[in-house]
Structures are given as C-alpha cells and as structure tokens.
C-alpha cells in the first residue's frame, strides 16, 4: 500500500519504523520544520526526519496546511492512506478526504478520555491505572474521528511520563500494525465516540510546574512523575529551586505540608493530607539531575525545614 506518514517527535519514529519494515511504500514523510534546540541553538531536524532521510523516504516540511501547499505535496506523494502521529499540525478538510482509505491516526490514550496534545501527561496526572493507544480514523474535529483497534497498557504506581511514554510509542506501533492488516482484510469496525464521555488532555507548560504542598501524597507523587521528564515539577527548599523527578509514597507521618520528616540519606516530605512523599530522584538549579543521598550530603537539610 503506498502510504505518506506524518509525525514528528520520538514518539512517532516506531511507527514509521513498523512502516518500513512490513514493507509498505511510504512515498513520503511530512514533518514539523527543523527547529533550534539546546543553549546554542542549533536548527535540529525532527526525529520522524532523521528515520526518513535514512531510509530514502522523501520528506515534506510544509509551514501551513491551510494554504494548498501541503495538499499540492500530498498530490506529489499520492498516497492511498495517511497514517498520522504526534504531527502537531491540524489537518485541514482537504487533506483528510485526499487519501483513498482517509487519514488514520495512532493516539496515545483510551479514547475519547484525553484527547488533545498530552495524554501520556495526563493520564498519571489523573491517577488514571491504566492507559493505552487507540487507532482512529481521522475527520475534522480534535480527536474525534470514529475508533478502530485499542490496545491497554497498566500504569506502574512509580511510573514517570518518560517511561510510559516509551511503552506507549511501542504499543502504538504495534497498533499500528493490526490496523492496517484489519483494513487490507476489509476487517476494520469503526466504532463512533461517546462525545458524553471525553477528557481532554492540554498542552502542558511550565506553568505546571510549582508543588503544593497542600495537596494530597497521591496527587503530588503523580504530578511530579507526570511532569518528568517535562516540563518537570518544581520546589524550593532553603531559598532554592529545585526540580523533582522521581518520587514515592511512604509510610512516614507529618505535622504540617512541605514539612520535611527525614533528611538523612532519605529526604522525605510531608503533603497535605498529612502522608509523606519520599523523593528519589531531585536537581538543584544549575546541577545535574542527583539521588537524594548524593543531595543531602552536599545540602544541609534540616529536619523540620519547609519544602515550599
């Protein structure tokens, strides 16, 4: 089947990959323009890009959808099916009709809970236990389009949105897969959404980041995990910020939230249901990533000092 692919970040890359390797002819990649990266901004391609040019697939960077560019090098490729993931640009109307079999996409959640842009994110955010990647055939609204083949992964109570995204990526290319063969087969049953039923999943920002210590263990502990590796969950402890990657729940008691209960090679806090976090993993600002025991001994922490 000729197939045009669209995606960008590491997310997608497995997908593309599955692609190629059943053998499909993916006569072209569309992707987010290259974009500066790192403290000296250096114009970097996308992952999708750099799995593209090294696999000779033609690559398209259109910088609008809307303006007959991107159709004009869809036409170019002539795919008969679209396969999107983790793009990052709307497709508009046009687009999504081109295709003989339409535009299908690989999306990291359970639909309809968590469309939109995070749902790796949000589905810990949430306390959600499990997850999973849902195939879904594409049409004008956001994520709304009619669901084709789901596949469910468990959330580990520890679990940071690196790891699970890295699973999730997985699945989705197995999806994928299934997907394809079901529709070649004539298998494939849409099913229609329960518009009642959805969760949305926003774009995550630094916003995000600050701690309160005023809500509960459970909800701290899956922020900080949901955030990591970005854009991360953040506190300050003696006038400086730091930023918390790794946590978990603890058995220890506390008086009062931020309050910190143990500071000898453990560093264990209290949140505001008055149960402890223990954080495992921490970065002071302009240090790298460390284990608490390796903070502690080069940070005083005193017992009873506030983590605000």
């Known amino acids: 089947m000729r197939v045009v692919f669209m995606g960008t970040p590491e997310f997608a890359v497995p997908c593309l990959q599955k692609l190629i390797d059943c053998g499909h002819e993916v006569t072209g ?19 999708v890009k750099v799995l593209a040019e090294n696999n000779g697939i033609k690559v398209y960077q259109p910088e609008k959808m809307r303006d007959g560019t991107a159709l004009e090098m869809l036409k170019e490729a002539n795919p008969e099916l679209v396969i999107v993931v983790a793009y990052g640009k709307i497709l508009p109307k046009e687009i999504l009709e081109f295709p003989k079999y339409g535009c299908i996409n690989i999306h990291a959640s359970l639909l309809p809970l968590l469309r939109g842009a995070a749902p790796i994110q949000w589905s810990i955010i949430n306390g959600f236990d499990k997850t999973g990647v849902t195939s879904m055939q594409m049409d004008e609204g956001l994520d709304t389009g009619d669901m084709l083949i789901k596949g469910e992964l468990e959330i580990g109570e520890n679990e940071t949105a690196g790891e699970l995204h890295d699973r999730l990526s997985a699945l989705g290319a197995d999806i994928l897969e299934e997907t394809i063969e079901a529709l070649l087969k004539g298998e494939l ?10 969760t949305y999943a926003p774009m995550l920002s630094k916003e995000l980041s ?21 854009p991360s969950a953040n506190a300050t402890l003696g006038g400086k910020k730091i ?17 910190i209960v143990v500071a000898d090679k453990r560093l264990v806090v209290t949140c505001g249901d008055l ?31 506030v983590m605000e």
């Not at 049953?189 to 959805?198: I, R």
């Open 29 to 47: 990649v569309f992707t987010q323009p290259d974009k500066p990266q790192g403290r000296k901004m250096i114009l970097t391609p996308p992952p």
């Open 189 to 198: 049953s849409p099913e229609k959404q329960n518009h009642n039923e959805f």
């Open 210 to 230: 600050p701690v309160d210590w005023n809500m509960s263990a459970a909800e701290i502990h899956n922020k900080i995990r949901g955030l990591s590796p970005w």
């Open 243 to 259: 930023k918390l990657h790794k946590t978990v729940l603890t058995c220890e008691k506390g008086s009062k939230p931020g309050e």
């Open 275 to 305: 149960n402890c976090i223990e954080i495992l993993e921490l970065q002071a600002e302009g240090k790298k990533s460390m284990n608490a025991a390796d903070f502690l001994r080069g940070n005083a922490v005193e017992i009873g000092s």
